[in-house]
Structure formats: C-alpha cells, structure tokens
C-alpha cells in the first residue's frame, strides 16, 4: 500500500535508427514527455532485497560487467543519479543537508548515452562502494536507477524524484506514447554526436534554450534558468527505445516525490507511476527541477529513506 505525504505545498526493442526515426517523425515525442498512462500493471513491494547476480551488458560493442561487493559491510551511501538535460551540479542544494546529517553521498556523472549503458555504469558505481547504497533518481535518471538497482547487489532502496519509474518491457517511448500534460514535447531538439569513424553521427536532444526556463524550471529565478539552459546535457536518442528489463523496483523499498506543476514528465504520470511502484508518496509544489527549487523537501525525503533501509 502505497502513502502519499504532503510536503511544501506554498518540483520489441527498438533499434537504434528506429527510435531515432520515431521521435525525428513525430517531432522527438519521446525523452522525457509526460504521460497518461493507461497500463496498472503492478507488483508487490518486498520488504527485504533479493540477491542479484552480476550482470554483463553489451553496449556499442563493448562488455561491461558490473562488480559485485563481497560485503555490504560499511556505512549507507547515498547517490545521486540526474536526470537528461541537467549535470550533477544540480543535486549541490541537497548534498550539504545529507552531509550535515553525516550520510555518506555520491553524485556520479550520469553518461546519457542510453538506459543499458548507463545502468551497466551506474551499478558498476555503486556496486564499488563498500557498503549499502540507497539510489536516488531524478528524471530520465529514474529510468536508469530502475534497471541499475536490479545488477548492483548492495542497493537497499530507491528514491525516484520528478523521474520516471519504467516497469518490465517498457521504454521511454512507449511512456511518452501516451503524453498529455507535458510541455516539453515543442521544445525539445535534436542535435547530432559522433559514434566512431566507421559509423554515420547519432542523434541527441535537447530542450531548446529558449523554452528551457518555462519547461525545466519555472519556480527558479529567470538568470539561474539562463545558465542551466546553455549548460545542459543532451541524451543520446537510442535512449528512448530501449526497455527496461528486471526493475529494481519490484524488490526494493521505494518513495517518489512528485509535483502537480512537473510539465516534463507531467503529473499524471508521475503519480501513476509511483503508486504502480508501491512507492512511498511525497508530493511538493515545484516544477521538474524540483532538488533545486525545493532542495530541503528533497533531502528530508531521502533521509526518511537512510532511516528505513539502514
């Protein structure tokens, strides 16, 4: 049973071409759009993690595996995972409250080069920490703490943030398939990176700087949002094809925080997902950079989080 918490209420596969095309042709309908979900498909939260065996991932070519400790044996970590379009700098409002209350934190570069490599990334991080790790997901970094929580054998819980929370066999697309109260579809653009020199460049997105204020961070000051918008990270178009596979989510203890003013992933989204996940529900009045705008709701969730699964 999943309970929501008023807080601050005054934030098949597809293949690489083919998810390209898809979102090229309908004007990038995927990334991170907001979603009426109209599937419930859920499953039932478990109070203890299960063991989980180490897992390779293939991505461009190149295996990686991902580490397992032999021992949880030190203190819990926390890490925080962004989301598309943002950095790590983004968690600094959160980071001091966390280290005040002397929680072990880490903030890694999230890679946004795809849900598979930068879960194999993510649980390789994690799974290097000497200790349990409580993962903490904002955006498109929801969808990667979802599959990466699932290879990392010392993860405890998972918090998703204004994120998207994927279940089995589900892809960005397929969320954004069915949008309607998102604003980031009109603003999003694609742009092109190299893959090696034997291949044709992939393509990428953006939220256009001219609509980032408005779509992103609307409750933050408009010279903050200025330099949050030229100083965004794109996500790798493959991104939206690829399914989620063995959600952590199924095993783990999980909370949300969600927000009826998020117009990237969209409210009604949001609140769908996080209830099919069984999470622990927060919700805060605050737009999708909401560990900016709100950073001490943000915190105060994730150490609820430290509290249970320490």
Same mark, same amino acid.
């Given at each position: 049973?999943?309970?929501?918490?008023?807080?601050?209420?005054?934030?098949?596969?597809?293949?690489?071409?083919?998810?390209?095309?898809?979102? &090229?042709?309908?004007? /990038?309908?995927?990334?991170? #759009?907001?979603?009426?979900? !109209?599937?419930?498909?859920? $499953? +039932?939260?478990? *109070?203890?993690?299960?063991?989980?065996?180490?897992?390779?991932?293939?991505?461009?070519?190149?295996?990686?595996?991902?580490?397992?400790?032999?021992?949880?044996?030190?203190?819990?970590?926390?890490?925080?995972?962004?989301?598309?379009?943002?950095?790590?700098?983004?968690?600094?409002?959160?980071?001091?409250?966390?280290? &005040?209350?002397?929680? /072990?934190?880490?903030?890694? #570069?999230?890679?946004?080069? !795809?849900?598979?490599?930068? $879960? +194999?990334?993510? *649980?390789?991080?994690?799974?290097?920490?000497?200790?349990?790790?409580?993962?903490?997901?904002?955006?498109?970094?929801?969808?990667?703490?979802?599959?990466?929580?699932?290879?990392?054998?010392?993860?405890?819980?998972?918090?998703?943030?204004?994120?998207?929370?994927?279940?089995?066999?589900?892809?960005?697309?397929?969320? &954004?398939?069915?949008?309607?109260?998102?604003?980031?579809?009109?603003?999003?653009?694609?742009?092109?990176?190299?893959?090696?020199?034997?291949?044709?460049?992939?393509?990428?997105?953006?939220?256009?700087?001219?609509?980032?204020?408005?779509?992103?961070?609307?409750?933050?000051?408009?010279?903050?949002?200025?330099?949050?918008?030229?100083?965004?990270?794109?996500?790798?178009?493959?991104?939206?094809?690829?399914?989620?596979?063995?959600?952590?989510?199924?095993?783990?203890?999980?909370?949300?925080?969600?927000?009826?003013?998020?117009?990237?992933?969209?409210?009604?989204?949001?609140?769908?997902?996080?209830?099919?996940?069984?999470?622990?529900?927060?919700?805060?009045?605050?737009?999708?950079?909401?560990?900016?705008?709100?950073?001490?709701?943000?915190?105060?969730?994730?150490?609820?989080?430290?509290?249970?699964?320490?």
């Amino acid at each position: 049973m999943n309970r929501t918490v008023s807080a601050a209420i005054p934030d098949g596969r597809l293949s690489r071409r083919s998810a390209i095309g898809r979102l &090229a042709g309908s004007g /990038a309908a995927a990334v991170i #759009a907001g979603m009426h979900l !109209g599937r419930s498909t859920g $499953a +039932a939260q478990a *109070a203890e993690p299960r063991t989980r065996s180490s897992v390779a991932t293939t991505q461009e070519g190149t295996i990686m595996t991902d580490a397992t400790p032999t021992a949880a044996s030190g203190p819990l970590t926390v890490v925080l995972v962004h989301g598309a379009f943002a950095d790590a700098s983004n968690w600094a409002g959160v980071i001091p409250t966390l280290q &005040a209350a002397e929680v /072990a934190v880490l903030a890694p #570069a999230n890679p946004l080069r !795809g849900i598979d490599h930068d $879960a +194999a990334y993510i *649980a390789s991080v994690a799974s290097q920490i000497p200790g349990p790790v409580l993962l903490v997901g904002h955006s498109y970094g929801g969808a990667v703490i979802t599959n990466a929580g699932s290879r990392a054998d010392n993860v405890r819980g998972l918090v998703y943030v204004g994120a998207f929370i994927p279940d089995e066999g589900e892809s960005l697309q397929n969320l &954004a398939d069915q949008s309607t109260d998102s604003k980031v579809l009109p603003a999003l653009r694609p742009t092109q990176y190299p893959t090696n020199p034997a291949s044709p460049p992939d393509s990428e997105f953006i939220i256009d700087p001219a609509s980032f204020h408005e779509v992103f961070c609307a409750d933050l000051p408009a010279e903050q949002a200025a330099i949050l918008a030229v100083s965004q990270r794109p996500l790798a178009g493959v991104s939206f094809g690829e399914m989620t596979q063995n959600p952590a989510w199924k095993t783990l203890p999980t909370w949300a925080i969600i927000s009826p003013s998020d117009f990237v992933i969209g409210p009604s989204g949001e609140r769908f997902m996080a209830e099919r996940a069984g999470a622990t529900i927060n919700e805060v009045e605050a737009s999708h950079a909401m560990m900016i705008s709100q950073p001490q709701v943000i915190a105060d969730v994730i150490l609820t989080a430290v509290a249970a699964v320490a």
